[in-house]
């Protein structure tokens, strides 16, 4: 027989978290890409609730903000100031339909870990056992902190007690309460009305009900599990990183089994919604966040972090930083690249060592291969970039957008002032500022014409060291014999008079290597 589904999951998230020291509310801090709270909602949304509410208290807004970010249609429910988490659970249920019959599941807002997997084993446990309620249990060989499983002598649950509630001999119990509970229903709300809050807290416990519903005649049973990080909960920031390290060490052995390759599990960092294909190799020192995709057969770092970045099949991103961007199929990136949001690098393309891209569009097999900054510019398909060159976007009031044709040259040190267009099959000389469009075919010059003084290091320089190589370099020159083709007082060709190809060589355009 199948299990069906749970009427609801409420998960208990209004708890100000005071020993995580922080003023942002505990369940927003994240680990693996995701808030606490997050990967709360994604577990209970795993085991396919008709209804899920999360229950606020602490920065209320905030933390509602957030929730309704990631899932709009989950239910907020605020708890009022009466405290515990039996009050907790009851504003959870206030908030959702009246007539909510079947089962509920209740979890935390700060156990990480948790899998929608163990809660459909839990859901799948307390249908099998006909209980009233089922509680995960989970032993531990230093208990402090936790809620203990009081057992009868034929071994089922007879209650639970709190740490500070506990006698010694109570708290010498190995069997903790993970707070990870399946109840019926109508037995939750009529019990909760019977919980009161005298206790050493003053506060209305849901460990109560187990021994409310005991007395009224109900089964009560425990779903013993072994992974203990499943019900380990963050309560400071020392928890907060150790949870993390375990989670992102999952996280890298479930993309191993996946087919990457990762050379360092130690020095390799993956969030939740990272996906990564076969034969990808992920070197050391790297970090995949947010919700990265990479192809297949990538290669990937060393020291690289990707951040909402789409790789393709068989690209290679060596030493680079990339946010929202895409990288083509077939394409490199690196070393010391920074791809800002908005890059889209074509398939083949590359983007070298020392550059910097934003809103750029770089076409298929184009290249930017190194020190140039890329902003706010499309560059067609077959498109080189030299070293050195600036797309200069912002006048100081407003950026502007600039386009390289097909197959163009950019020559080296070059800066295109925006907006500028350079046509298909165009090309820009070394050292020009663009400031008008280039045509089809045409040569951009845009330089000052260089003039040599002669003599000025010896007037103005004498005695440098500078001085006397020049001075040496001079009198060799002096002593070399004379061109036999050049008779010594023939008159020198003026600049004007020189052809053009003396005066433009194709270095012009030429790129640094």
Known sequence: MSTPRPAAVIVLAAGEGTRMRSRRPKVLHAIGGRTLVGHAIHAARGAHPEHLAVVVRHERDLVAAHVNGLDPTVVIADQDEVKGTGRAVECGLAALPPDLEGTVLVTYGDVPLLASDTLLGLLAAHAESASAVTVITASLADPTGYGRILRDRDGSVAGIVEQKDATDAQRAITEINSGLYAFDAAVLRSALAEVGTDNSQGEKYLTDVLAIVRGRGLGVSAHLIDDLWQTEGVNDKIQLARLGAELNRRLVERAMLAGAIVVDPATTWIDADVTIGEDTVIHPGTQIHGATTIGADC??????????????????????????????????????????????????????????????????????????????????????????????????????????????????DSVLVAPVHVADGAYVAAGSTVTQDVGPGEL????????????????????????????????????????????????????????PATRHTDSEGGERS
């Open 444 to 499: 951009a010059v845009a330089r000052g014409r260089q003039r040599n003084v002669e003599g000025w290091v010896a007037r103005k320089r004498s005695g440098t060291a500078t001085a006397l190589a020049a001075g040496k370099a001079l009198a060799a020159t002096a002593q070399q014999p004379l061109d036999p083709e050049q008779p010594p007082d023939a008159e020198q060709p003026t600049d004007a008079e020189r052809p």
């Open 299 to 412: 290669v990937i770092g060393p020291d690289t972090t990707l951040t909402d970045v789409e790789v393709g099949d068989g690209a290679e991103v060596v030493r680079a930083q990339a946010v929202l961007a895409v990288i083509g199929a077939g394409a490199s990136v690196g070393p010391f690249s920074y791809l800002r949001p908005g890059t889209e690098l074509g398939a083949h393309g590359k983007i070298g060592g020392f550059v910097e891209t934003k809103n750029a569009i770089i076409g298929t097999g184009a290249k930017v291969p190194h020190l140039t900054y890329a902003g706010d510019v499309t560059i067609g398909d077959g498109a080189n970039i030299g070293a050195g060159t600036i797309f200069a976007n912002y006048d100081g009031v407003t950026k502007s957008r600039s386009t390289v044709g097909a197959h163009s040259f950019v020559g080296s």
